[in-house]
């Protein structure tokens, strides 16, 4: 499969069985972060080979910071807002499978903000908003 580039860096699918999972493999540049998002129906896995990955969860007020690296694995539940943060440069796999009785479709994803890489690799502890703009409240006050 061929190598899809990103804001962030590139991703591929490597594996996927229709409606039920789909894997892809993520090379994600120092700096980098993805979109504030969320998907209806869709877990979201992550699997760290390489780097240090922070993942950044909102709920309501409520802004949850987590940081992987090697070995590590966490997953997301469909309907929390997250976003991922590079701090180092990262290698990683990606999981979504359905956990809402639903079926896994690339459709499902509801983007709030656009993803990038932050000048000099600097991220914040809260939410990155742009390459240069972040918050620690609830981004949907700060863009509502």
């Not at 860096?9 to 120092?30: K, M, Q, V, W, Y």
Request: proline share 3%; glycine share 8%; hydrophobic share 35%.
């Amino acid at each position: 499969m061929s190598w899809e580039t990103k804001a962030w860096g590139r991703t591929r699918p490597t594996d996927s069985a229709p409606g039920l999972f789909s894997n892809h493999e993520l090379e994600i540049l120092a700096g980098g972060f993805c979109s504030l998002h969320y998907h209806e129906q869709r877990a979201n896995q992550f699997y760290i080979i390489e780097g240090t990955l922070r993942i950044v969860e909102v709920y309501g007020w409520d802004v949850r910071v987590r940081t992987l690296r090697n070995g590590d694995r966490y997953t997301i539940p469909s309907l929390v807002t997250h976003q991922f943060q590079a701090i180092t440069a990262v290698k990683c796999e990606e999981r979504y499978f359905a956990d809402r009785n639903g079926i896994v479709v690339d459709t499902d994803i509801i983007r709030l903000t656009i993803g990038g890489i932050c000048p000099n690799g600097i991220l914040a502890s809260g939410v990155q908003v742009t390459a240069t703009e972040y918050t620690t409240l609830d981004i949907r006050r700060s863009i509502a």
